[in-house]
């Protein structure tokens, strides 16, 4: 993995070691946007003619207190061109770029483009898949700059160059076809910005030819003898993430960014049901989804019916907090008792999702009763999760098979 770039490194005092009869100074890095070089700066005068060493102490933290809050707003020490294009670098890694405005000055070049359509992205799609976005682009325009092909024209871009970095990628992290066609829809749809600004008239993103490693990623359902393995070890160690299992299983919510930033305010313990907020949700929309008896009852058994509203339900000392647990924690979590129960790992905590919606077909539901369970947009979206997860589930053939 690449290692990230700082663009500045923070003003420091250099004391010297507190003697007064040597030189001391102020000294803050800053990464030229031109040129891609981290430049030193520092300041002697500000302490030539000042004898008291609690003196320049106090100078220093008044400097370096501006300089800080200078740097804080965005400002460069370096001066402003007027050949050059300001905007809002969506791609840098840098969390000091985050942290300190995201301003870099480049010529209008693919970074440009790229930084513009992630800024029109962020508000069109919820924060996991933005981040999702933000990746692929980040990938694409590393490669590009690699290649020293940053500096092309946009309009040559095409069909042959896009098949060269999905081969590369490929190649360079073994990724699946599942994860190569992620990053061609991610790159059509940039494409397709790019058409709308009429700054491209054809979309290179075509005719790319299948690739990718052929893995089956599905997490599996859980057997019904593993299943109650896990189910009493997951009681007894973390009743918290029980919760989680539950949440899944019963009423399909998702362990990403549905379960983990779910509030307590968003459950209708009178009217049992679950709403799963637009903002958390994978299909962007509000929904309410049904809750069953058993998932009632292990909310109230964790108390999480007179906890405060305001709560996320999954916090970090395993009851609501104020904040809500990290978002590979639950999951941890469960890899960590089905290890060391020796499961299988194509058991994952999203197994509890496949596993329930398994149950629901086994008792005899019908594809249209899954489909609003599942909160799937269409019919066929759940034809085709049935067909792949959980396979022909004929009673005919499973009981009534004639005799050989």
Known sequence: MARKKAIVI?????????DVSQKWWIEYSYRNPRTGIMKRFRNYTAFSSVPSAKKRYSIAAQIISELNDKIKSGWSPFSEEESLYVYEDEITYSAVAENYGKLRKSNRNIRVYLSEFLSRK??????????TYQSKIRSFCAYLEQ???????ISAINSNLITKYLTYKVDTKQLSRPSISKYQQILYSFFEYLIGQ???????????????LVKDCTPYPISERDRKVLSEEIKKLDRQLWLACCLMYYSAIR???EIRLMKVGDISFEGRKIIVRSDIAKSNRTDAVDMPTQLYEELVYQHVDIADPD??????????GTVPVGVNTLRNRFNRIRDGLGLSKTYKLYSWKHTGAEALADNG?????????LRHHSVETTERYTSKRLGNRNARIKNDFLDI
């Open 122 to 131: 962020k508000s069109e799609v919820n924060k996991k898949s933005y981040q």
């Open 10 to 18: 923070l003003p420091r005092l250099i004391d010297a070691g507190g």
């Open 198 to 212: 009429k700054l491209i008239k054809e979309n290179p993103v075509c005719n790319i030819p299948d690739m990718g």
């Open 311 to 320: 709560l996320y339900i999954f916090g970090p000392y395993g009851r609501p």
């Open 365 to 373: 539901a019908s594809t249209w009763e899954i489909q609003a369970h």
């Open 255 to 257: 362990p990403g960014s």
């Open 147 to 153: 290649n020293q092909l940053d500096g092309i024209d």
